[in-house]
């Protein structure tokens, strides 16, 4: 039977890395004869400057029926003077309410090859393999009210909401404990629960489904001696659970200890499994158009498309070994480059691991 994978390039440096991923979909479809076929669709800016709107009906159709989603990256200064409704981030959070995909598996492999990039100590960092699970649809990023009024004494004040209920603790808790499950069992879930009630509950609800995961070693933190922890010995950490603001946060961080935020892919799930996939760093303005952004993150999203949403893990290894390989041969994009190794276009970096495969 055949699969549907719907393609949203999005803006910036989002269709140069989608465009390498793409290719290298397409090899393995080939390779592994997986039967998937390929849609486009708008998301963001550039969803914006086509119909008006970040998240077009037509996407959302396309969405819905698809199997899985590869997307790149939205935004840009471009769009950033427009009404906070209609900016191109708003896309993204649509897409991931409307699909319900409210579990995000976040990954943070150092590569061996690369333990010079990162900047902390190698011996901190070397071998470091951590998960973080954040929960993506709601939140304060999703409460409400919110917005900005004008208050009592006449004076401007902006106000938001941190909210969750304890279903949505509990399905979150469940997808962290199910993937400690599958990896060290070490589960440490986040919070700020000395000061904020709605991660009171989190630690109570987190605790009580954890009496289901006998095996897992569950343990609390606050979320800033978790960022400490991060940065001062991060390999103390197995898979880690938090809220949508905090993960959004503690995954950047996590992202950098690996070297680059261009080599960190992301799954985000639904209760069965269909996820959209995309690297954890934004759409680059900065270094859009130059044909140096790293698609390796975009590549190795869909290799955790194809594992967790296509039922295809002996592609997924294949994609994984070939990044391995090319990361061997010491060929490198402008922001993993060290001494000794070659600097390459995105588009070489690109036909690399096609080689590779
Ligand atoms: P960013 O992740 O786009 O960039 C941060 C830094 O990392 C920049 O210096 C950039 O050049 C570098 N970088 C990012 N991806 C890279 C890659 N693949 N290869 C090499 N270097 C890379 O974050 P930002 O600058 O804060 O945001 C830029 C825009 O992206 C904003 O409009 C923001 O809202 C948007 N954004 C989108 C997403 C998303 O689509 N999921 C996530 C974060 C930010």
Redesign the pocket.
């Known amino acids: 039977m055949s699969k549907n994978v719907l393609i949203l390039p ?1 803006d ?2 989002g269709p140069e ?1 989608v465009a390498q991923a793409e290719r290298v979909l397409a090899a393995v479809n080939e390779k592994f004869n997986l039967g998937i076929e390929t849609t486009k669709g708008l998301i963001g800016g550039s969803a914006i400057d086509a119909t008006g709107g970040p998240f077009p009906d037509e996407t959302m159709v396309k969405a819905k029926a698809a199997d899985a989603i590869l997307l790149g ?4 200064p471009k769009w ?1 003077s427009l009404d906070m409704a209609i900016r ?2 708003k896309g ?1 959070l649509a897409i991931r309410s409307q699909l319900n995909l409210f579990a995000n598996l976040r990954p943070a492999i150092l590569y061996p090859q690369l333990a010079d990039a990162s900047s902390l100590k190698p011996e901190l960092v070397s071998g470091l393999d951590l998960l973080i699970v954040r929960e993506l649809t709601g939140g304060i990023y999703f409460g409400q009210p919110r917005g900005i009024r004008v208050n009592d004494a006449g004076e401007r004040e902006g106000f938001n909401t941190y909210i969750y209920s304890e279903t949505e603790i509990r399905r979150i808790a469940h997808q962290a404990f199910q993937a400690a499950q599958k990896r060290g069992k070490k589960l440490c879930s986040v919070d700020k629960a000395n000061v904020l009630e709605a991660t009171v509950l989190w630690r109570e609800i987190m605790t009580e489904v954890g009496k289901e995961y006998p095996e897992v070693e569950l343990s609390h933190m606050y979320v800033d001696n978790a960022a400490m922890q991060l940065v001062r010995a991060p390999k103390q950490f197995d898979v880690m659970v938090t809220g949508n603001m905090f993960g959004d946060i503690l995954s950047d961080c996590a992202a950098m200890l690996t070297g ?3 080599m960190l892919p992301s799954a985000s799930l639904d209760q069965n499994g269909k996820g959209m996939y ?2 954890i ?7 859009t158009g130059k044909g ?4 390796l ?1 975009t590549i190795l999203s869909v290799s955790m498309m194809l594992r967790y949403s296509l039922n295809s893990a002996e592609a997924a290894d294949c994609i994984e070994k070939a990044v391995g390989k090319v990361l061997d041969q010491g060929l490198r ?3 993993i480059v060290s001494d000794g190794c070659q600097q390459i276009s995105t588009q070489a970096m690109g036909d690399a691991v096609l080689a590779a495969l």
Not at 281 to 287: F, K, Q, T, Y
Not at 292 to 295: E, G, K, L, S, V
């Open positions: 999005g910036g440096i890395i990256a939205v935004g840009g950033d191109p981030e993204l680059s935020i261009g995309e690297p760093h934004g759409s680059a303005p900065d270094i140096i952004a790293n698609p993150a994009t402008a922001d």
